[in-house]
């Protein structure tokens, strides 16, 4: 495969015996204990298991098995992707020492290959903002700068990569929460087709839009993860899984095939990350593909639509937190309900109780009409514009984001204004399409700018082929190592 | 002045597949607390429910069977609310797309009890009150219910009783729940009003929660009628509520206040995907379905010859009717195969519930063959019955109570020679009937019937007697 996978070469070396799975994971445990403590991408590192999962692989390897394809490999989980027997908190004070006692369907599934799992990494509370600084345990840092934030809400897997403390991670994307870090991060982030990757034992935001997804350090890695991960699930209704794997299509020819910029994702984009954008057209015009430019007014609807239905679900999501069964419970009260009440009131942060106020609110009798039901209409309108959209291009070509990784605390200063930084990525998550974000230069902040292409759905292989090709095209102009890490 | 009742019920029952409705759990009653639990009936985080098709399955047959519309674009929805019994505080049930509309119950009076809809949704866990704490079984958490909503049809008392009993006979029927009030699989909230005789216009109702037995919801309604109208005699206001009836007073009691009006915050459950119930499937669950009560009743009166009361009887219970049809198979006397059901075979059976399972000892087969011999004549009415006996007794067939000689019959010359062995002993008979008195020949049957230990046709016996007695 191509040059820039490292998972690949990760396997290479360990087939080849080059280097232990004990010794690969006792460098990265041993660089997870020097650096994150300055990033903070972990939260809980599991070393005991990583060790035990890696003398198992090195007993395969000298058995001569035949590795699977992320056999050994050290990777981490976002924190609320439920791992049995480990405390899985989503970052917040009120799920405090609960421990799963069953496994989410992507960690079951890389559990069965002995992937080694290096611990969970941070996250905004119940992933609910773009900073990752909504965590009970304080924000990820960006390996780019520590003075930035890594984005969110899979903010700590985005730092564990681009600080390369572990080798790929798994993140989940409810409205770019996979996307924007590793934007602000410099690294791959995909998310898959609504349906493909399976959302059980995934702790839920928000059930209609929340999809698992990796985030890695080349295209040809998140593939690779993506295929693994990609299964049907009986337990999970709204899973479809992925038919073809889509490793062998990320080398396709591009030639002549069409791609749609359109006018309102470059709406208040700021003018360095726009200039990347496109830079990165001209080598998609260098590959032999073509852009055509277009209007999709509905856009602008995406919002209100989003952070109105997100937060509905997530109201009644979060309504099973009450002190009663697991996690945090209050101290003190005097009755079933004020225990309840002060459960909630000290065990969910500002963000969250923020959107739980706002999701209550737009379903209340009397006001669903005017916000839930009107916000649902729209989101079937979003899902027509792009259903046109795509009979007209193969994919689309957007900002991630429309600047580049925020100073530390920005995101507290106005709710409001963080959650237009959304606007790029939320319409995927509406309408249910693949997209990836893909490194394409530095702003004049010298920071990672990212770039998106999105496809219909289930043009999974279409997309990443699209990115891949960008990637090999342009990856020593688009990526940056961050020095920090392991280094191979 | 004369007042009407307006009542409407919204029905509870639990279905009986064997598995709960989002994940497979047993639903089976009972169990130590929590240990018919897995992370999905608990509600842990990131679990995901999955539709038991059993359970629509179920509740279309529930829906064809009180002829209800099957909505071909059903989906599930979540009601939000927060109480310790529901894990996830929310339950997902059905809200502005059931899965059945517009059927009805039709009472004997010939009244139709419209019905609204039947939705499906699921069941809570239990709160137990134990050593001055409060404990929480999730065993029913997750196990399916219908609720079945009427329209405010229903007049009387007498009609809401009967309702309710016509639904647990259908439901039982179908073979869908066994609806038993005392365990909680059928459960009742009745919504009543009263309105001045011939207003057509509805007045302000209360909802009684919860009604358990049929004695209870007798004097519920009753209570709250006589409250209802009270309050409009002194010319106050019936208060829009919901009530519940205290057993031990006989009253209902205001539940809460209607300044905290429930807010379930619906909306659609999007772990699930639509219930789309096709043609194709109503129409196999249909065959699978048995027949109509009311299409099997007409049928026994009309095929077999049965009474309605008779059939009736018969048909209230699906496994009886069932087993009356395999055993009425082939039998001429099919009268008589219903009186050995209803008469010794009821006489071991002690209550409703074993009429239901109607576990009997004898397979229909063995009660056809023993009916048959008497259709052939072989058997006399009294031998009929102790022969049945002695198969309820030892499960065995008639077969081994009849011996050959018993089968054999008496041939027409023995039968003539016996006829003159009696009269030779008794003289007198003969000269009496001679002499006018017609009944002395019951006397000679009988000595007759002795002989051969009942195993003489009567009439036939009879017949020769007077003939000899006129030699």
Not at chain 1, 40 to 50: Q, S
Not at chain 2, 261 to 272: G, H
Request: aromatic fraction near 8%.
């Amino acid at each position: 495969m191509g040059k820039y996978g490292k998972i690949a070469q990760l396997q290479e070396m360990l087939s080849s015996g080059e280097i232990s799975c004990t010794e690969l994971t006792k460098k990265y445990l041993s660089v997870i204990g020097k650096e994150n403590g300055a990033l903070n991408a972990y939260i809980n590192v599991t070393a005991d298991a990583a060790l035990k999962t890696a003398a198992e692989v090195d007993k395969d390897i000298a058995a001569g098995k035949e590795l699977a394809p992320l056999e050994g490999i050290p990777m981490a989980l976002k924190d609320n992707i439920s791992t049995k027997g480990m405390e899985t908190t989503c970052c917040s004070k009120i799920l405090g020492g609960y421990v799963p006692i069953y496994d989410a369907t992507v960690w079951s599934v890389l559990k069965n290959q002995k992937a080694v799992l290096l611990g969970k990494t941070n996250m905004d509370e119940f992933a609910m903002g773009s900073s990752c600084e909504t965590s009970c345990h304080g924000g990820a840092k960006n390996p780019h700068n520590l003075k930035r934030v890594a984005g969110g809400s899979s903010g700590g897997a985005a730092s564990a990569v681009s600080g390369n403390l572990a080798a790929y991670a798994l993140g989940s994307d409810t409205g770019g929460s996979i996307r924007q870090p590793a934007s602000f991060c410099g690294a791959v982030g995909f998310k898959p087709t609504y349906g493909t990757v399976s959302r059980y034992g995934l702790i839920a935001y928000a059930s209609s839009f929340d999809q698992i997804g990796p985030i890695a350090s080349s295209v040809e890695d998140a593939a690779r993860v993506y295929d693994v991960i990609s299964v049907y699930d009986k337990m999970d209704s709204t899973s479809s899984g992925q038919k073809e794997p889509v490793l062998p299509a990320l080398e396709n020819d591009i030639r002549g095939k069409k791609i749609g910029i359109v006018k309102e994702y470059f709406d208040g984009v700021r003018s360095d990350v726009k200039e990347a954008l496109l830079k990165a057209a001209d080598v998609f015009h260098s590959l032999g593909a073509e852009t055509v430019e277009f209007s999709m007014p509905s856009i602008h609807y995406s919002l209100p639509v989003y952070y109105i239905l997100a937060c509905a679900e997530a109201s009644s999501n979060l309504g099973r937190y009450d002190g009663i069964r697991y996690g945090y419970q209050t101290e003190h009260y005097t009755s079933r309900n004020e225990m309840i009440c002060k459960t909630r009131s000290e065990g969910f942060g500002a963000e969250v109780k923020r959107r739980i106020l706002l999701g209550t609110y737009v379903l209340s009798s009397g006001y669903y009409d005017a916000y839930y039901k009107k916000a649902q209409d729209l989101r079937g309108a979003i899902v027509q514009a792009f259903d046109g959209a795509f009979s007209k291009c193969d994919v689309i070509l957007a900002p991630t984001v429309p600047m580049t990784a925020f100073p530390e605390n920005y995101a507290a200063k106005d709710p409001v204004e963080t959650y237009q930084t959304d606007i790029c990525t939320v319409p995927v998550n509406i309408a249910g399409l693949p997209a990836v974000s893909v490194p394409c230069g530095f702003g004049s902040d010298g920071m990672p700018v990212g770039m998106q292409i999105l496809g219909p759905k289930f043009s999974e292989s279409t997309v990443l082929n699209f990115a891949n090709m960008y990637e090999s095209a342009a990856r020593e102009t688009s990526f940056k190592d961050t020095g920090m890490g392991v280094s191979l | 002045m004369n007042y009407e009742v307006v009542c409407g019920l919204e029905t509870h029952i639990e279905l009986s597949t064997k598995t709960k409705i989002f994940c497979s759990c047993t639903t089976e009653f009972g169990g130590k607390p929590n240990t018919h639990c897995c992370p999905v009936c608990i509600g842990l985080p990131g679990t995901l429910p999955k539709l038991n098709k059993a359970v629509v399955e179920y509740a279309v047959m529930a829906g064809l069977a009180t002829h209800c519309e099957i909505n071909p674009d059903a989906k599930m929805d979540r009601k939000n609310y927060v109480y310790p019994d529901l894990p996830k505080a929310y339950q997902i049930s059905q809200y502005d797309q059931p899965l059945c509309r517009h059927g009805y119950v039709e009472l004997s009076n010939g009244r139709k009890i419209r019905l609204t809809r039947i939705h499906m949704e699921e069941d809570a866990g239990k709160l137990v009150h134990e050593r001055g704490n409060t404990f929480i079984d999730y065993n029913r958490s997750g196990v399916p219910l219908i609720e079945i909503v009427s329209e405010p049809d229903i007049r009387s008392i007498d009609e809401a009783i009967e309702y309710v009993e016509k639904l647990q006979m259908i439901m039982r029927y179908i073979g869908i729940s066994d609806c038993r009030m005392q365990e909680g699989s059928l459960r009742c909230d009745v919504n009543i009003s009263v309105r001045p005789q011939g207003s057509t216009e509805l007045s302000t109702r209360t909802e009684i929660k919860n009604m358990n037995s049929f004695s209870h919801m007798t004097k519920a309604m009753q209570y709250e009628i006589d409250r209802q109208i009270d309050l409009i005699e002194s010319g106050e206001k019936v208060v829009q509520e919901t009530r519940r009836y205290n057993e031990g007073t006989g009253c209902t009691e205001g539940m809460r206040g209607k300044e905290d009006a429930d807010d379930y915050r619906y909306f659609r459950e999007p772990d699930l995907v639509a219930v789309r119930v096709t043609d194709d499937m109503v129409k196999k669950t249909k065959a699978k379905m048995p027949e109509d009560p009311q299409k099997r009743l007409h049928r026994f009166v009309n095929d077999y010859g049965l009474t309605e009361g008779d059939a009736q009887m018969l048909i209230e219970h699906r496994r009886i009717a069932d087993y009356f049809e395999k055993a009425a198979n082939g039998v001429k006397n099919t009268r008589t195969v219903v009186n050995c059901i209803t008469g010794p075979i009821f006489a071991r059976i002690k209550d409703e519930s074993e009429k239901d399972s109607f576990n009997i000892n004898i397979p229909p087969e063995n009660l056809s063959a023993l009916v048959r011999l008497f259709d052939e004549g072989k058997i006399r009415k009294n031998q009929l019955k102790s022969t049945l006996e002695k198969m309820l007794d030892s499960g065995k067939p008639a077969s081994a109570f009849l011996s050959e000689k018993d089968l054999a019959g008496i041939s027409a010359e023995d039968l003539k020679k016996l006829c003159a062995q009696a009269i030779h002993a008794n003289p007198n008979a003969a000269k009496d009937y001679l002499g006018g008195k017609q009944k002395a020949v019951k006397a000679l049957v009988g000595a007759v019937m002795k002989a051969t230990r009942g195993r003489a046709n009567p009439q036939e016996a009879e017949k020769i007697l007077i003939s000899l007695i006129g030699q």
